[in-house]
Each structure stands twice: as C-alpha cells, then as structure tokens.
C-alpha cells in the first residue's frame, strides 16, 4: 500500500465527510482517518430543521444519508488514530504509533473536545503525561501506569499497556461493561489533578492517590495544537482566515475545530472550502 496522499482529512464529522467528497471529486487521492460509525454527536440530535433540503430528519437519519453518499464514492475511512501531524516543508508526516503516512496537504476536521484538561496535564505533557498509551508503553516496562479513558477504545490500548507494566489503573469515564484484563485494577473515581516534580508522581482522585509514573488520557480527539505543532489557535479554537487557511503552508481546517457556530451545514460547508483550497493549493505546486 502506497503511503503517500495529496490530501489527508482528519475526521469524519461532516467537514471531514464534505472534504473528502469535494477532494474525491477533483481526482485528487485521498485518506480518510476517523471512525467508522461517523460523527458520534451526529445521532444524538433528535431533530433537524436548519439543514438545508434535509427537514424533519433525526440526527440518525442524517447519518445515513452522509453514509450511503461516501459510499456511493467509494471514499474509505481508516480507523487508525492519527497521534501527530508535523509539517516538513513540501509534506506533511501524519504518525501513527510506528506508522506513518504522507500527503502533500491535510485538512484537519476534528471537532471539538468539551472535556477541560486536568490541573497538571499541560504542565506536565511530555513528562508522564500522554495521548497514545500504545506509542510510549515501551517508556513504562516495569512501571505503574495510569490511563483514563474516555471511550470503549481505550480498553484496547489499556490491554496492550498492561503487557508491560507493572501496574495498571484504568480509569472510565463512561458508564458500560469493560473488556479488560485481570491484572488491570478498575478505579470508578472522577481525576481531579496530576501532580509531581520535574515528572509526574501521582494523581489526585475525588476519593484517593494513586501514586503513578505516567498517566495516558485518550479522548475521541486530542486539542489541535497537540496534534499539530505549531498551529495557531485563538480562543480554544484553530485560527484560520475565509480560505480555511491555518498559518502553516498547506494545512487548512473546517468545522467545530476553527470557532463557532456548532452546526451540521456550517461545517459541511467550510469542508467543501478547504477541499477546494486544498486543490488549488497542490495545483499551484505544479
């Protein structure tokens, strides 16, 4: 499989699905990353009505129809969790755990993440405090780790952790059954702060410490400027101007991600101008 792209989208919301679309349809090769169910948030609306030719429809029934038109492009989604995005010039390296992909543009279209980051976790990023559990396991053989998970998915790398570490806590941020091994110690506590010196020692639950070497948070998504580095952000959001230009030659952004409004039409819209000037972005290279 040829690694390399023209464009690659992150995000299967609406702008990512609308990128990917008007991509597909100027002959340009695309990857798609995101999930295979779509936008989560997209079924939990119970009624549409501001979604131009699309009145009275659930969140459910919007779905559907985003699903049957990339089915109808042959458009693939490639569920393989994208943990950096570094821009090297000409192209951009797109890392997955020891993967990694390259394409001459990206559009990043990955919502936004309502969860506040924990007292300590910025601080304390990069020393102890990380987003893929599975990249730096190896960092932890023999160690206490502690993960907390925001979805069924960090079960997995929970269980892939657990293989090297002394000791694992994992801590669920939903409600549901886990699928995790037995010398994986569930705590149902709410993390309050991650503390330590020059790297972490412990975090603060509600109800207790627990004394810990590192701590993975796996969110659905991690905040533009982690996944990115180098991207302007302003007021929480990915600054980017009418294009859908960020600062950095190359990468545009569409959606929740770059401001408000939230809105299905809005971002399947912005979407569509980033693709188009992703397009004429990649022709001007020529």
Known sequence: ????????????????LSAAINSKIRNKSIIL???????????????INNYLGFYDFTGQQLKDQFQKHIDYMNIDIVTEKINAVYAMGSYFTLMVNEKMYEAKSVIIATGMEHTKSLKGEEEFLGRGVGYCATCDAPLYRGKTVTIIGYNKEAEEEANYVAELTNKLYYVPMYEGNYSI?????????????IRGEDRVKDIVMKNKDIATDGVFILKDSVAPNQLVPGIEMQNGHIKVDIDMKTNIQGCFA??????????YIKAAGQGQIAALNAVAYLDSLK
């Open 254 to 263: 569409a959606g929740d991600c770059v401001g408000k409004p939230y809105q």
């Open 1 to 16: 499989m040829d690694n390399k792209y023209d464009i690659a989208i992150i995000g299967t919301g609406p702008a990512g």
């Open 181 to 193: 091994k037995e010398n994986i110690e569930i705590v149902k506590d709410k993390p309050v702060e």
């Open 33 to 47: 990353f995101g999930i295979r169910d779509l936008s989560n948030k997209l079924v939990k609306a119970p009624k």
